[in-house]
């Protein structure tokens, strides 16, 4: 399995040129969805709240929806599947692979398929997966992983695209984005022919209908689908959405919050394989829907998260996440919505991805904007006191320079005299002094120059 750079690779290393980009695309995007929002609808908040209590609504009664999208898919035809683990997810999916004596997949960008490393797995027992969206298919000619939920390249840019096309021989360097995506799009065509089977996530599952809905900009969901005899559909059990009429908001809000478009420029749905009364579509269905500790989640104090649409407007305006980019996060889910999901997914060791919710300033921005009304910093605030609680150990032992600085705090005599030594700690190599704490600190920091004690100076000045 991949592994992730270390927290602060990207602050360090990344050229200032992409920097910058992550910077600027994160924050296009969230201009232009204020923008769409505001023209599109009189009360784009009031929208938001409504989504959140129906999505709040399906999780609060999601057995009662699984039970009743499971009939619909089943009558419409299709076969509905279990998965409680990213593993029994992989083994489910190479199971109807080898049933058809197929060793080639083409997918749709996927989440879920991320979370349970979907393409590796394949992989490792010989099978191919070519993934079709543009940018997780440079990721995977990069073995690189997303680093945003939306746009999975927004940290590479093109001349680093152009590096990695001509190292896999689509063609001689050439950084013209016209052209990558031409060439991308001839070596495409003929993988969706190649493929014996599809594979896409879900943006949403109607339990009313049992009919899945799949939202893409590039047209490659449609082509997943089309081309292959069988076709898989990978999602969480959270999907669900319990009526056909509740994707007119869910479709809206999501293009609106993810990209600023008002609508996705392919909508497709699907919701049985080919019949006598429906000629097109694959002659098989086949539905995986994943738990991966979503029902425990449910049944708790962070239940909220799983109304999540996957939108990446949390990501866009976090400040956190615009400086730091999403392998920071080291999880396929970056941002906030990561920060807060991915310590409670069962495939993830609690205590490695506990410190996560502490890379938050709390602003509350991924709330403001979250098309699903999300109490993001709520349940970042729930995480912290989570940690604290059942890591106290591990959270003590990794926070003595707090402990002292809550000492200084609460002890005045101690804190005036610290302040009146204070300025000869400029003359000291702090920064070289091998206390680990402080080098971790000062690993990618400038260690600021003490000037402690101006302000006691000027206020008591200001009273006199
Ligand atoms: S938490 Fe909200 S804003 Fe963030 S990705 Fe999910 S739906 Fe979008």
């Given at each position: 399995m991949k592994t992730y750079q270390p927290i602060d690779a990207f602050a360090r290393d990344a050229e200032p040129e992409v920097k910058a980009s992550v910077y600027s695309t994160s924050k296009a995007k969230y201009d232009k969805r204020l923008a769409s929002l505001s023209t599109g609808f009189t009360a784009p908040d009031d929208l938001r709240k409504l989504a959140g209590q129906i999505k709040q609504h399906t999780i609060e009664h999601l057995d009662q929806y699984l039970e009743q999208a499971v009939t619909n898919l089943e009558n419409n035809g299709a076969k509905v599947h279990f998965a409680s683990t990213p593993e029994d997810a992989n083994q489910t999916i190479l199971g109807i692979m080898q049933s058809i004596n197929a060793s080639r997949m083409i997918k749709s960008k996927s989440m879920v398929s991320e979370e349970i490393h979907l393409n590796a797995f394949l992989e490792k027992h010989g099978l191919e997966s070519v993934e079709s969206d543009l940018g997780e298919f440079i990721v995977q000619l990069d073995d690189d992983m997303p680093?945003?939920?939306?746009?999975?390249?927004?940290?590479?840019?093109r001349r680093q695209i152009a590096t990695t096309f001509e190292k896999h021989g689509?063609?001689?360097?050439?950084?013209d984005p016209e052209t990558i995506t031409r060439r991308a799009r001839k070596y495409l065509r003929e993988k969706y022919l190649e493929a014996e089977v599809g594979l896409t996530g879900a943006n949403f599952l109607s339990a009313e209908s049992g009919r899945v809905a799949i939202v893409t900009n590039e047209g490659n969901a449609r082509f997943s689908i089309s081309a292959n005899r069988t076709h898989i559909v990978l999602l969480g059990i959270?999907?669900?959405?319990?009526?056909?009429?509740d994707l007119a908001l869910y479709l809206n809000l999501l293009a609106r919050s993810a990209t600023?478009?008002?609508?996705?420029?392919y909508t497709q749905f699907l919701n049985a394989p080919k019949s006598a009364d429906q000629p097109?579509?694959?002659?098989q269905l086949h539905v995986v829907f994943l738990d991966n500790g979503r029902s425990e989640i449910l049944g708790?104090?962070?239940?909220?998260?799983?109304?999540?649409?996957?939108?990446?407007a949390c990501l866009n305006v976090c400040p956190v996440y615009r400086q730091?980019?999403?392998?920071?996060?080291?999880?396929v889910y970056p941002g906030p919505v990561g920060a807060v999901l991915s310590p409670l997914l069962?495939?993830?060791?609690y205590p490695d991805f506990?410190?996560?919710?502490?890379?938050?300033?709390?602003?509350?921005a991924c709330n403001e904007v979250c098309p699903v009304d999300i109490p993001l910093p709520e349940l970042l605030l729930r995480h912290r006191n989570k940690s604290k609680i059942e890591h106290q150990k591990k959270a003590a032992a990794g926070t003595p320079p707090l402990g002292a600085w809550a000492e200084l705090c609460s002890h005045p005599t101690l804190w005036k005299t610290t302040l009146a030594t204070g300025?000869?700690?400029?003359?000291?190599?702090i920064d070289k002094m091998p206390i680990p704490p402080i080098q971790a600190w000062t690993h990618s920091r400038e260690l600021p120059e003490f000037r402690g004690g101006k302000f006691r100076k000027w206020f008591k000045q200001r009273k006199s």
């Open positions: 680093s945003h939920i939306v746009t999975p390249i927004i940290h590479k840019n689509l063609g001689d360097y050439n950084d959270e999907k669900l959405v319990p009526r056909d009429k600023g478009q008002q609508l996705t420029v097109d579509g694959p002659e708790g104090e962070f239940k909220s998260i799983l109304r999540c649409i996957r939108c990446g730091s980019s999403g392998h920071a996060y080291r999880a069962k495939s993830n060791s506990a410190d996560l919710p502490k890379a938050s300033s709390l602003c509350g300025k000869a700690m400029n003359h000291l190599p």
